[in-house]
Each structure stands twice: as C-alpha cells, then as structure tokens.
C-alpha cells in the first residue's frame, strides 16, 4: 500500500518557527502536511532542522510560533505522553533492567491496561518484527540490529496512528541496515501507520518513502516523491545532496521554450533544460547524472548533446563502470555506465566525445 492525499490529511505543520535563542530561528515558517498512512521522510544535513520538527511533532519542544496540528486538533500546548505517538531513537532507549517482555509492556501499563491484555499485545508486537523468542531476554543480551527491533516493537506496540523515527539505523552496518530499511518501510505500509523519519542518508530515503521532505537552513527546498526527487532537483542544493551529480558553470545565452542555451566557463556551448533560470545573461550551474551521460552513440538519438572528455580516470566496479573525465575544466566530471560487452573501457590520457540528452541537463541556480 502507497499512501495517497485520498487517505486524508493527519499531520499538519501550519507556519511552524522555532527559535532556541529568541533571535535565530532554526525552523522557518514550515508549511506541511502528511497523508494518513503516508510514509515521510526529513532529509537534510545537521543543523537543517529536520529532527527539530521531528521533537516538536513529538512534543519534546515547543513551536515559538505556528500550529501543529495531529488528526484536525492543534497539539502545541498536549504533553508528549498524551499525543498517542510511538517513538523509535538511534539509541533505542530500551530499559537495561528490563527483559524484553517488560520493555514492551511498560507504554501499555501506563495506559492502564490489563495484564492480560498486554501479554496478548506484546505477543503480536514481537511477532511482527520476528522477535517472540526473546522475549526474556534483556536489552544487553542482544545484538545491535535485535535491540533496534525491539525497539521498533515497542512503538508498535500500543498500536498507534503516527510513528515517529529520528535516525533509527544509524548505528547499524549496511547490510543490517538494508533490511532493516525494508522490515521498517513493509510494516508501516501493512499496519497502515502514519510514519515521520528523519535521516540525513539519501539512499535510506529514496528508498524507504512515499514522500521526502529535503530540508536546509530551517526550510523545506523540496517536496516529492523519491524518483521526482532525483530526477526533478528544482535547485542545486537538492540536485547535489540528492544522489551523484555533475555540474558545470555558465552563463544563459538564450531560451527557447524547454530549452535554453548555456554557455560553459570553459567556452562551449550545450543545451539545457530552464528549470529556475528566467532570462539570458544568468549565472547557471547545469546539473547530470552520471548515469545520463554516455560515450557510446549508438546509445544516443540524435538530439543528443556531445561534448569533448578527456578520461582522468577509470574504475571497474563490477556491476557499473566509473569514469572521471575532464568537462570543460571540471576534472571531477563522473560518467557511470552498465558493465556491458560493448562498453569501452577507457584508459587516463583517451580523448573521447560524451553525449546526453539536453533535457536530462538542468539549468539550476548559480550558488555564490
């Protein structure tokens, strides 16, 4: 299940500012809103006041300005404990003296229920995450990925409507992390639970969200679907924070309609797609992924823009080729193309002629 706008909103930041200072603010008028059952990511790096928002929605701190709204009711001034909302941390925040069982059990004493009813929750909150059998154990005679389930199992546990998690994986190895990226992302969507994750790994939210929030200086910079994401940076900060990219520095000679012409520092001419550039005479940085540029033609069609390379460096790496080129006095130009039978495997020194297409190369802004 994908969470779309026809479930209907639940989560709402409305003019949302924070200031720890009284002067700088590190949330700036945040306007946001999260589908039920939507899966949301906040990606940025430290200090872009993702996880700010994230405390704020929990109830760890207090909006200086703007209202948080959860399922149509303003929440600013409602304790944590009161908001119904499960939490899971990087640190996983398990009671030591606790076993397993009792961790579990001790959000659903605090609501009041019954001993019977809570063996029967926890039972099926550990069952989801494939942990029944540990069920007496305590948190220090598990492994960092078991601790992490456990964790997970006890936001779970109460049943919620929203769970929020603050870089959860952090602490995990990659391959652990993987599948903890796909157990996290398969259990919201088949409970239906509204998810609000923080990270600052690109790749976690590309794959993991239905939307992702890329957050800088206290701002949203965009909002979107993953593939809108990657493909559809609106600016330069997206564009570079948001998988491999390449850029290049120019000046807009001209625009046409979809296209523009920009002209490189280096001199040459290609074509672009204007994506937030309005008039000839713009500074520019292009953007293109280094999996759009090819140097086989017979891979291009003939709107295909070319371009003189000379090859820096090449790299095997089993499944992709990866070349550093020199482009119009960029040394760190990246061409990232399939192991294939038919694909050269260019050495330092060749001069070659590399190709895109002008629409997968954005007219970004020119950052100072």
């Known amino acids: 299940m994908v969470a779309t706008q026809n479930n209907g909103v639940f989560v709402v930041f409305d003019g949302v500012q924070k200031s720890y200072d009284g002067e700088t603010l590190v949330v700036k008028d945040l306007n946001l809103s999260v589908a039920r ?109 078991q601790q992490q389930r456990i964790a997970l199992a006890r936001a779970l546990v109460f049943e919620p409507e929203l769970v929020l998690m603050d870089e959860p994986l952090g602490a995990l190895d990659k391959q652990l992390r993987e599948t903890m990226q796909f157990e996290i992302t398969r259990l919201a969507h088949d409970l239906g639970i509204t998810t609000v994750y923080v990270t600052h790994d690109q790749t976690e939210a590309l794959t993991m969200s239905d939307n992702v929030a890329v957050f800088q200086d206290g701002r949203i910079q965009q909002l979107a679907p993953p593939d809108v994401l990657y493909e559809e940076p609106k600016n330069s900060f997206v564009a570079q ?36 550039v309005t008039k000839a005479g713009e500074r520019t940085r292009v953007s293109i992924r280094p999996e759009r540029v090819e140097a086989n033609k017979d891979r291009l069609d003939t709107e295909a823009h070319l371009i003189r390379a000379e090859v820096m460096e090449f790299i095997y790496m089993g499944d992709v080729f990866r070349t550093r080129l020199k482009v119009a006095g960029n040394e760190n130009f990246i061409m990232k193309t399939r192991n294939a039978p038919d694909q050269v495997r260019h050495k330092a020194g060749d001069v070659i002629e590399i190709g895109w297409m002008s629409n997968d190369c954005r007219a970004l802004d020119c950052p100072a």
Request: aromatic share 6%; with cysteine; hydrophobic share 40%.
């Open 37 to 145: 059952g939507e899966f949301l990511t906040m990606l940025g790096p430290s200090g872009s006041g993702k996880t700010t928002c994230l405390m704020m929605l929990a109830g760890f701190e207090t909006a200086t300005s703007g209202e948080i709204m959860l399922d149509g009711k303003p929440i600013n001034t409602v304790p944590p404990h009161k908001r119904g909302i499960g939490m899971v941390f990087q640190n996983y925040a398990l009671f030591p003296h606790m076993t397993v069982g009792e961790n579990l059990a001790f959000p659903l004493e605090v609501r009041g229920l019954g001993k019977s009813e809570r063996e029967k929750k926890v039972k099926r909150a550990l069952d989801m995450v494939q942990m029944g059998a540990f069920i007496n154990r305590r948190p220090a005679q598990l492994s960092g990925g």
């Open 241 to 276: 924070f948001i998988g491999e990219n390449n850029t290049l520095d120019g000046v807009v000679k001209e625009i046409k309609g979809e296209t523009c012409v920009v002209q490189l520092d280096g001199g040459e001419l290609i074509d672009a797609k204007p994506v937030n």
